[in-house]
């Protein structure tokens, strides 16, 4: 028994070591930010002067209408790219599933192809596909989204992939069917309520990416929140750290309190729940 | 099926554009000077320092991240540990580039917090100009982001070993090393060396955190191909950067085969 507990203390005690080593490294850098960007003039004391401009939004979008012009595209393409992706997505990994199975390799096969081609050879293959949508439908930065939806396949499949193992499409759409339910209705009324979970996820990191996005941005001219807070940089070094820093924080709120929402949600609570309700239904 | 439509237009037709065009001059006669074109001491030099620097930090990331992915694994499941470190994770990993340069500039500028840090230790950084060279500071920042992405790859691995398989190596007179060397070891062999080949192709083919480093300088492949993108000087440069592109593509192909390779024995162990 005392071996036991000599192993637990042990353990504990690598753990802390090793988590507050890493910590130091990964924070180190970030309260660099943070100090970078409360420092007074000439490196001399200390004020809260950025981050009070960047408070003011009337301020921010007259004086760094880049910045803004970047945000709100950002936030365009964050809630574009996941729909597109899901419209895309869900109907044909369902179908699959149910009428075309042999087909299911294929759509694995194209969903992770993006893992193989770096966001960069897809600039150099977008490039002429571009020039005709630019040509068809004009140049707002909102079309970026195609090319996005693009990047996150691998990720929001996969998401989407376990939700959908979890759950008897099959069965779900046959009983559905045979209530008289069409399939418009078996999909947005069965099949999508059970894979909340799994849409949630996949939409969350569809957005992450998105407002993480860079190289397409940059190299196809368009500004996104990452190329202002690019190119601000090397006018006005102090607000773009502070912009990244707060985007860095922003995304980490993001993720924590979807670690809640999901766990919850995906936990075994509920379906343990739904088989008691099963089993409570015959009585 | 739409989805078909739409993947061959905005996935497949830019591959095969980046498979066909660097086999065309510029007038679309089949040709292989875009290829003998990788020959380039430039080139050369480039796909070299990004192979290095992305199996450095793969390497280095996946040790140092394996190690903490371990750490976090110990603590209880859902515990605040837990999810603080994969979400900071998830965020360093997915969410940086520009950003993440930005922190190491600020850090290491003149007055910056680590400057003053280390050389309060004596360590001086000579203004941090060591930061923009691509076999320092920019492995740094990738290590940066490679443990990180270690920690989400690897954590469903770790969590995979049960805590009976240690109780059986003890019942049976094992020691904990025994337990490491014979156990725990042979089992997170396959999706350690998957995770770090995951890690390296994330290394070869990133580009805004490098780019936001050192914008003029092109050290790396990558940044060699938006160079070569942007760049409307010379004529014939463009599907120079094809023959790049494709380089990197079949680089990343071969990596990203082995890995699916390992990755099928890895799962052998990772039901759940």
Not at chain 1, 8 to 15: C, D, E, L, S, V
Not at chain 1, 19 to 43: D, H, K, N, Y
Not at chain 2, 198 to 223: C, R
């Amino acid at each position: 028994m005392s071996g036991r507990s000599r192993f637990r203390r042990r353990q504990r005690a690598f753990r802390w070591v090793t988590l507050s080593l890493l910590l130091a490294f990964f924070a180190l850098p970030l309260l660099g930010m943070l100090e970078f960007t409360t420092q007074g003039r000439g490196g001399e004391g200390r004020t809260l002067d950025t981050w009070r401009t960047l408070a003011d939004v009337s301020t921010v979008s007259l004086e760094y209408p880049a910045l803004r012009e970047g945000f709100l595209a950002s936030v365009g393409l964050g809630v574009v790219t996941p729909l597109v992706m899901l419209v895309l997505l869900v109907p044909t990994m369902t179908w699959v599933r149910l009428r075309l199975p042999g087909l299911s390799r294929t759509v694995e096969f194209i969903c992770l192809l993006p893992l193989t081609v770096p966001a960069i050879v897809l600039v150099v293959g977008l490039t002429p596909i571009y020039a005709w949508v630019y040509y068809l439908v004009g140049s707002s930065t909102l079309w970026l989204s195609l090319a996005y939806v693009i990047l996150v396949l691998p990720y929001a499949y996969r998401a989407l992939d376990a939700g959908l193992r979890a759950i008897d499409v099959r069965t779900l759409a046959e009983a559905a069917r045979s209530l008289g339910a069409g399939w418009a209705t078996v999909m947005w009324r069965v099949i999508l309520p059970n894979l909340r979970t799994a849409v949630l996820s996949a939409s969350f990191l569809s957005v992450a990416l998105v407002l993480g996005e860079f190289t397409i941005a940059s190299l196809f001219s368009k500004k996104n929140l990452q190329v202002a807070m690019f190119e601000l940089g090397k006018s006005d070094a102090k607000v773009s750290v502070a912009v990244g820093l707060a985007a860095l924080v922003f995304g980490f709120l993001v993720l924590f309190a979807m670690s809640f929402v999901g766990s919850r949600a995906a936990g075994p609570s509920r379906f343990s729940r739904f088989r008691r309700s099963r089993k409570e239904t015959p009585a | 099926m739409p989805f078909f439509a739409y993947t061959t237009v905005f996935l497949l037709i830019p591959t095969l554009v980046v498979v066909i065009g660097a086999f065309l001059d510029g007038d679309n006669r089949p040709t292989l000077g875009n290829v003998e074109g990788l020959t380039q001491p430039s080139v050369v030099r480039g796909l070299t320092q990004s192979l290095i620097l992305s199996a450095v930090t793969s390497v280095g990331g996946a040790v140092i991240g394996g190690v903490l992915a371990y750490a976090v694994s110990t603590a209880r499941e859902g515990s605040v540990t837990r999810r603080f470190f994969s979400s900071l994770c998830g965020v360093l990993a997915q969410f940086g580039g520009v950003a993440l340069a930005f922190a190491f500039i600020a850090s290491f500028s003149a007055q910056g917090l680590l400057s003053v840090l280390l050389g309060r230790v004596g360590l001086v950084t000579g203004g941090g100009l060591w930061l923009y060279e691509w076999d320092k500071g920019l492995m740094l920042v990738y290590l940066y982001f490679q443990i990180p992405l270690m920690l989400i790859v690897f954590l469903p691995a770790v969590e995979g070993l049960r805590p009976q398989w240690r109780e059986a190596t003890e019942t049976l007179g094992g020691t904990t090393w025994t337990y490491w060397r014979r156990v725990a070891a042979p089992i997170l062999f396959p999706s350690f060396v998957g995770a770090t080949l995951l890690l390296f192709t994330n290394a070869f083919s990133a580009y805004s955190t490098a780019k936001a480093l050192v914008p003029q300088a092109n050290p790396l492949l990558p940044l060699q191909i938006g160079g070569a993108l942007s760049s409307e000087v010379i004529l014939g440069q463009e599907n120079l950067g094809k023959a790049m592109a494709l380089a990197m593509v079949v680089v990343v192909a071969l990596v990203m085969t082995l890995y699916a390779w390992i990755d099928k024995r890895a799962s052998r162990w990772m039901t759940r």
